[in-house]
């Protein structure tokens, strides 16, 4: 019966500390959402310093998680809602939801966000009506995201109070 218990005793603790050490390694392994990007082919500055914390679950879904809207700038001004969520594999962030990107004068829901190729120095954001290409060198660095004013969603439209 001593014997017995101890088996499992040993089998328990060993799975124990397989699990232990697999979610140590994984949370190490990415200290920071931007460190995150970086090893998923992506820019860092995609998102703002501002991130609270971040989920990445196991069927590749990124939830990111800010203390509030906010906005910042790129090319054009970009709104960031409190949560953004997509899809992340290697080089892209697919079925973005919680950011949009103003285009004359309107804010449009940015969906995609592809670095095909990293060596083009360019990366597309699908953003429903047109793909646009920036500069990667636009999102080098995380960018600074600042609550400015009231902002009110209406539809895909965003405006400033």
């Excluded at 699990?19 to 392994?29: A, E, T, V």
């Excluded at 959402?33 to 992506?42: A, F, N």
């Excluded at 004359?104 to 940015?110: E, R, Y």
């Excluded at 592809?114 to 660095?141: R, W, Y």
């Amino acid at each position: 019966m001593a014997n017995f218990f101890n088996i499992h005793f040993t089998v328990l603790l060993s799975t124990f500390l397989i699990f232990f050490s697999l979610h140590l390694s994984l949370s190490l392994s990415h200290s920071s959402i931007h460190d995150l990007l970086r090893s998923k082919g992506l820019p860092p500055g995609l998102l703002p310093k501002e991130i609270k914390s971040y989920n990445l679950l196991e069927n590749g879904t990124l939830e990111v998680f800010l203390d509030g809207p906010c906005l910042t700038k790129f090319e054009n001004r970009v709104y960031f809602d409190s949560v953004v969520r997509a899809n992340l594999s290697y080089g892209s962030l697919i079925g973005v939801v919680g950011l949009s990107q103003e285009e004359l004068f309107l804010w449009l829901p940015v969906k995609d966000i592809i670095v095909d190729d990293p060596t083009s120095g360019l990366i597309l954001f699908d953003i429903g009506v047109a793909h646009k290409q920036l500069s990667l060198s636009l999102f080098e660095d995380p960018p600074d995201c600042k609550p400015q004013g009231m902002i009110l969603a209406s539809g895909s439209q965003i405006r400033l109070a």
